[in-house]
């Protein structure tokens, strides 16, 4: 799916990618791809994405990015260590971590908006991000 498809969905869809059924894994090209003409953006220049995670009850700012140009509709990423608050210890497991999107017109404060029960903006949309457990590969001189 690209921007223009996710347009042509309607008003009813704000964010078409990711959605909550996609696992994004570490070290994997992936696009965000909002509705540009939705109303709650159409109105702004530019957007930014807030991306959260949960941690007793309360999100937690991972990443963002900011000032993006609202018609462009598409945003490329790659996921990367820095999506996860965490190091993985040696010889754990995967980790796999819900994450929290959230789209708002530059202007605005993300943390009242997120926050605050009177906010008109739509609420973060999840998705999950998956990091894999990777042995280190030792060398020995014999």
């Not at 807030?50 to 018609?71: E, G, H, V």
């Not at 608050?85 to 017109?105: I, K, R, V």
């Not at 009242?112 to 042995?135: A, I, Q």
Request: hydrophobic share 35%.
């Amino acid at each position: 799916m690209d921007a223009t498809a996710c347009r042509k969905l309607g008003n009813a869809y704000t964010v078409c990618v990711p959605s909550y059924v996609d696992t994004w894994e570490n070290g994997t090209a992936h696009n965000f791809i909002w509705n540009y003409e939705q109303p709650f953006y159409v109105s702004s220049p530019t957007i930014s994405l807030y991306l959260y995670y949960k941690q007793n009850f309360a999100y937690n700012l991972i990443k963002n990015w900011t000032d993006m140009s609202t018609s462009s509709g598409e945003l490329d990423v790659v996921v990367d260590d820095t999506w996860f608050p965490m190091t993985l210890p040696a010889g754990s497991g995967n980790q796999t971590l819900t994450l929290f999107g959230f789209f708002l017109p530059s202007n605005l404060n993300a943390t009242y908006e997120l926050t605050s029960t009177t906010s008109s903006y739509p609420r973060p949309f999840n998705f999950t991000v998956l990091r894999k457990y990777r042995r280190m590969e030792t060398n020995s001189i014999r």
